[in-house]
C-alpha cells in the first residue's frame, strides 16, 4: 500500500491519508466514535436516526445532497452498534467541497423541526420494512436480547422499537449529537488523487476551529460471562425453519477475533468449507448452512446458521445437533494445511482486490486508525493464524455448555 500519513488537529480530530495516483476522484470518509451501544434502552435508533438526519442540511448548508451533486459527487453512510461512518466520493479537482460539507455537519445540524419529522417517518418505515415485513426480519432482536443480557449490544442499530424514534424530541437530538459528534471523537479518511499536504491543508482550514466538546462516557453495563445454554424460540411469515446457535467470542484487537474469523471461514466459506461439504451435499434436511461472525469492537458472536426442511422438534434436534459437531470437529479433529492456506489465500485476496478502491480503503483506514490497528500488517497477522491456534481457540469458543440457540418457527407450528 502506497505511504500512509497521520496527524491529529489540536481540537483532537485524527486525520490519515493514503495518495492513490491511480484515479481521478478523492473519498473522503469520517467516521464517529458512536453507534447503538451509546444509546439508552429507553431511546433506541438514535445512532440510525442521526445517520439520515445528517443530511438534512447543517448549520451553514441547507442542501448537504445538492451540493455534493454540483460538484459531481456522492455520498453515503452507514451505522453499526460501534461506529458511524460518512463518505463522499467526487473528482479530486472538487475535493474542498467534501471538507466544506462534512465539516459544517461536524459543527451542528440544522436541528430542523422539518427534518426531523421527514427522517423520523423515514426510519419508522424503515424499521417497518427490514423488520417487521421481511422474512426473519426480527431474528436479531430475539437472537441479541438472548444473547446480551442489559448491554447496548442487545439491540440492533435500527433500534428496539419504532415507537423509541416515534417519540424522539428535539431535544433529544441536540443532546445525542452535541454528546458524540465532534473533532475529539472522530477520524478523518482521505484517499485519492489528493496530497497529504493539501489534505492537511484542508482538514485545517475547514475543520481546525470546530471546538472540541466532553463526549458522554461508556456507563453501561459490562457484558457478564455465559454461565450454561440458553435456548430462545420465535416465529413469524416465513417459509422454513431457521436455526442459529450462537458462541461468545473476543472483539475486535482482542486475541482470538482473527481466528474467529478465520474459524468461520473454514466452516463455510466456498464450496471447499465444511459446512458445504459435510452438510448441504448430504443431507437434505438442510437448504441453506453458515458461519459468521458479529465483528463487533467489543466481545461479541461466532454464529451457525441454517435453515431447514422440516418444523417437527426431532428435526430441529437433530439439524441443530449437525451444525454443533461440524463446529467442534475444528478442535476435536483440527484443522489441515490445506483448510488453513486456503482461508489465508482468499483473505489476501479479498483484502487486496478491497484496496484496489479508494473508498473502500478510506473506510478502512478510518476503522483501523479508529480501533488503534495498523492496517499494514492485516494481512501477515492473518497469515500467521496456524491450525494449533485454531484448534485451541475453537475449543474455547465452541463449547456446547455454551451455546445460544434460537430456533424461528414458520406461522402456524403444531406443537
Known amino acids: ?42 431511546r433506541t435508533g438514535m445512532a440510525h436516526l442521526f445517520e439520515h438526519l445528517m443530511f438534512g442540511g447543517s448549520v451553514n448548508i441547507p442542501a448537504f445532497d445538492r451540493e455534493v451533486e454540483v460538484a459531481g459527487g456522492m455520498s453515503n453512510a452507514w451505522t453499526s452498534n460501534d461506529f458511524t461512518n460518512f463518505y463522499i466520493v467526487l473528482p479530486a479537482i472538487n ?54 443480557d442489559s448491554h447496548p449490544y442487545s439491540w440492533p442499530t435500527i433500534g428496539l422499537t419504532p415507537d423509541h424514534i416515534r417519540d424522539v424530541t428535539m431535544e433529544d437530538v441536540k443532546d445525542f449529537f452535541f454528546s458524540h459528534y465532534a473533532p475529539n471523537n472522530a477520524v478523518l479518511a482521505v484517499c485519492g488523487n489528493i496530497t497529504a499536504d493539501d489534505t492537511l491543508r484542508l482538514a485545517e482550514k475547514w475543520f481546525g476551529t470546530i471546538p472540541s466538546r466532553p463526549i458522554a462516557p461508556r456507563e453501561y453495563p459490562r457484558l457478564t460471562d455465559i454461565d450454561g ?57 438442510f437448504t441453506y448452512a453458515d458461519a ?45 494445511d490445506d483448510e488453513a492456506a486456503r482461508a489465508h489465500t482468499r483473505y489476501e485476496s479479498q483484502h487486496t482486490f478491497a ?30 493464524i496456524t491450525p494449533a491456534m485454531l484448534r485451541r481457540v475453537a475449543e474455547e469458543i465452541i463449547t456446547p455448555a455454551k451455546a445460544m440457540t434460537l430456533i424461528y418457527h414458520p406461522a402456524g407450528r403444531q406443537s
Open 1 to 42: 500500500m502506497a505511504e500512509i500519513t497521520r496527524h491529529t488537529l489540536p481540537n483532537g480530530l485524527r486525520i490519515v491519508h493514503c495518495y492513490d495516483p491511480s484515479t481521478v476522484m478523492v473519498a473522503v470518509d469520517v467516521m464517529y466514535n458512536v453507534g447503538a451501544r451509546d444509546e439508552s434502552p429507553q
Open 95 to 148: 475535493a474542498e467541497t467534501a471538507f466544506w460539507l462534512e465539516s459544517d455537519r461536524m459543527l451542528s445540524p440544522a436541528f430542523s423541526e422539518r427534518t426531523l419529522e421527514v427522517q423520523r417517518g423515514v426510519v419508522i418505515e424503515e424499521f417497518k420494512q427490514t423488520c417487521l415485513n421481511r422474512p426473519y426480519g426480527d431474528m436479531s432482536h430475539h437472537m441479541r436480547r438472548m444473547a446480551f
Open 229 to 285: 445454554p440458553r435456548h430462545a424460540e420465535a416465529g413469524g411469515n416465513v417459509p422454513q425453519t431457521a436455526l442459529t446457535i450462537a458462541f461468545r467470542m473476543p472483539g475486535y484487537g482482542e486475541e482470538g477475533y482473527l481466528e474467529c474469523d478465520q474459524i468461520t471461514d473454514i466452516l463455510a466459506s466456498g464450496h471447499a468449507s465444511r459446512f458445504y461439504r459435510n452438510i448441504m451435499m448430504s443431507d437434505p434436511l
Open 292 to 336: 459468521s461472525i458479529l465483528g463487533s469492537d467489543e466481545p461479541g458472536l461466532l454464529m451457525l446458521n441454517a435453515r431447514i426442511t422440516s418444523d417437527t422438534d426431532s428435526d430441529i434436534a437433530r439439524a441443530t445437533q449437525r451444525l454443533i459437531d461440524e463446529a467442534s470437529r475444528i478442535w476435536s479433529e483440527g484443522v489441515t
Open 355 to 384: 484496496m484496489l478502491s479508494y473508498l473502500n480503503k478510506a473506510q478502512t483506514l478510518a476503522q483501523t486508525e479508529m480501533q488503534h490497528d495498523d492496517i499494514d500488517t492485516l494481512v501477515d497477522r492473518y497469515n500467521a
